[in-house]
């Protein structure tokens, strides 16, 4: 495996470009397109021999930090709508602070693109000690996670150089979307649904490569962004993720305070910050959310809020009350996959705010690529 930097400057710059491969190679001989039309499936072959016990579980609880925690929450309503299981969301470092209940009918997700940061382990000792089916989804094979858990799947990414995680957390998102496929039962009224999750799959390293072609305009949003002292990002639903994950990006390495709200909450504290002057990214792609979107757009632009609007190639219209926002149109995938295009131009934001304010941007300040102490 080449690890160099290529024809890139950073990192982290050429982890964001080489998503189109990286998502390639995490599906490669994963997914089965038949000839027939029930012929479209998921082999996930690390978990074949515990499918069953996943499926009878009573809970599945996902367990990560960081980046990979993001991972989990954006693939959870698809795990939940495919599977009928309740899916829960656990921050190790929290778990491990509550002693949160954990029983024997409980399949515990470990998810670590290193598969050795502390917290994350020593929740998963916790769980094994509590009798839970353990299952790991880590980029490195042989680390401690992807060893102690009973079953998991890699995600095969290809190494990650850059402290901020971009290539790992695309293919998280993917691995975690079959996963949902493999545990979900293959009934009638759900075939075409599953089909077309399936097919997006295979289609989504091409839509990938196709929202890449943004960062040009990412670069001209970031010159304009670049002297700000705070940004808030707004998503719901399936782009909840997208918006904790987007902030993150932008905090941990352009070193901006930046903050990711879940648009629900929007009239319980954050409204209060909203002025002509704080900027807000909103998400607000084509999805059984959107006209909850379009609603906050709107009460966000009559206390005139500054707002980036993230929707659907060729929404703008129906984003844009007034024209007086600034728009960022991506291509559309179906609604669980969405959260892998909307990721790419905030971590392409985040990567030209942060060459423009001059920080490091492969080793942002204080921050490690593997936290392996409490
Ligand atoms: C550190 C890294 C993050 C990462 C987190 C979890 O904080 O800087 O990029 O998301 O650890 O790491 P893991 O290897 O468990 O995914």
């Known amino acids: 495996e080449q690890i160099n930097k290529g ?10 470009h080489e998503q189109p491969e ?31 016990t996943i499926r009878r579980s009573r809970r599945i609880l996902f367990i990560g930090c960081g ?7 954006a693939a959870r309503p698809i795990l939940e709508e495919l599977s009928g299981i309740p899916v829960t969301m656990e921050i190790a470092s929290d778990l491990l602070d509550r002693k ?19 917290d994350t382990l020593n929740a998963l000792e916790y769980a094994l000690d509590n009798g839970a089916l353990c299952v790991g989804i880590t980029n490195a094979v042989g680390s401690a996670i992807a060893r102690k858990t009973h079953c998991g799947v890699h995600i095969n990414a290809g190494c990650e150089i850059g402290v901020a995680s971009t290539k790992a957390y695309t293919s998280q998102i993917v691995v975690m979307a079959m996963l949902a496929l493999a545990i979900g039962g293959n009934t009638i009224s759900n075939q075409s649904r599953r089909e077309a999750i399936i097919d997006g799959l295979f289609d989504l390293p091409n839509k990938v490569r196709e929202v890449l072609k943004l960062n040009q305009e990412m670069r001209d949003l970031a010159s304009q962004l670049v002297a700000e002292q705070s940004l808030l990002m707004f998503g719901r639903g399936y782009n909840y993720a997208t918006a904790l994950e987007g902030a993150l990006k932008v905090k941990e390495v352009a070193l901006m305070h930046t903050e990711g709200i879940l648009a629900g909450e929007m009239k319980h504290g954050p409204l209060a910050l909203v002025d002509e002057n704080l900027p807000i990214i909103v998400i607000a792609t084509h999805d059984s959310c959107f006209s909850k979107q379009q609603s906050v757009i709107q009460q966000l632009h009559a206390r005139k809020g500054r707002l980036i609007v993230m929707c659907s190639r060729g929404g703008a219209a129906s984003v844009c009350p007034g024209g007086a926002s600034r728009v960022i149109e991506v291509p559309q995938v179906e609604d669980c996959l969405q959260p892998v295009i909307n990721i790419v131009p905030l971590q392409l934001l985040a990567y030209h705010l942060t060459v423009l304010r001059g920080y490091n941007v492969d080793q942002p300040r204080n921050l490690a690529k593997s936290v392996t102490t409490e």
Do not use: C, W
């Open 100 to 118: 949160g209940p954990i029983y024997r009918e409980d399949t515990a997700v470990f998810v670590s693109q290193s598969g050795e940061t502390a």
């Open 22 to 52: 990286s998502l390639n190679t995490t599906m490669r001989g994963r997914l089965i397109r038949g000839g027939s039309s029930n012929g479209k499936n998921v082999l996930l072959g690390g978990l074949k021999d515990h499918l069953r």
């Open 7 to 16: 024809t890139y400057k950073h990192y982290m710059q050429k982890e964001i």
């Open 67 to 73: 980046t990979s925690y993001n991972a989990a929450l």
